[in-house]
């Protein structure tokens, strides 16, 4: 579990080596969001699973030129980037909120990894619950 949230472990996968022009934005987006180092940039939002707000648009695109050796990179390239995963239904934009958006991690599971079942931290939480009334515990592998 990162940042106190629980989002699944496929969603940090390990780094992409430096340079390497194979990364997708989505994840060096939570490549950022789960580094203490760039809290100042971008960070999750309290209280909404999946939302993050960038709070230094110029810097966040900056990184990703450099990361995908792409030295003209600005926001304005970078939005359009993010706008690109609107219609995948992987991201989308929270309205009347500046630089605020919001993961749909059930339809990047969907996208990335189709056998997985993904669940809200409420649905994780009520699943451990429900488990233990039964006489299970979080360590009983059945």
Same mark, same amino acid.
């Given at each position: 579990m990162k940042s106190g949230l629980a989002f699944p472990d496929w969603a940090y996968k390990p780094e992409s080596s430096p340079g390497s022009r194979q990364i997708q934005l989505w994840h060096f987006i939570l490549e950022l969001l789960q580094k203490e180092e760039f809290r100042h940039v971008i960070a999750w939002q309290q209280g909404e699973y999946g939302e993050f707000v960038i709070k230094d648009p110029d810097e966040v695109a900056r990184l990703w030129g450099r990361r995908k050796c792409k030295p003209q990179m600005n926001y304005d390239k970078l939005s359009r980037a993010l706008r690109y995963y609107y219609n995948k239904r992987i991201?989308? $934009?929270?309205?009347? $909120?500046?630089?605020?958006?919001?993961? /749909?991690?059930?339809?990047?599971? *969907? *996208? /990335?990894?189709?056998?997985?079942? *993904?669940?809200?931290?409420?649905?994780?939480?009520?699943?451990?619950?429900?488990?233990?009334?039964?006489?299970?515990?979080?360590?009983?592998?059945n």
């Open positions: 991201l989308h $934009k929270t309205k009347g $909120k500046r630089f605020t958006y919001k993961f /749909n991690f059930s339809k990047l599971i *969907v *996208v /990335n990894y189709p056998a997985w079942e *993904v669940q809200s931290p409420q649905e994780a939480q009520s699943s451990e619950l429900s488990g233990e009334q039964r006489g299970e515990t979080a360590s009983d592998p």
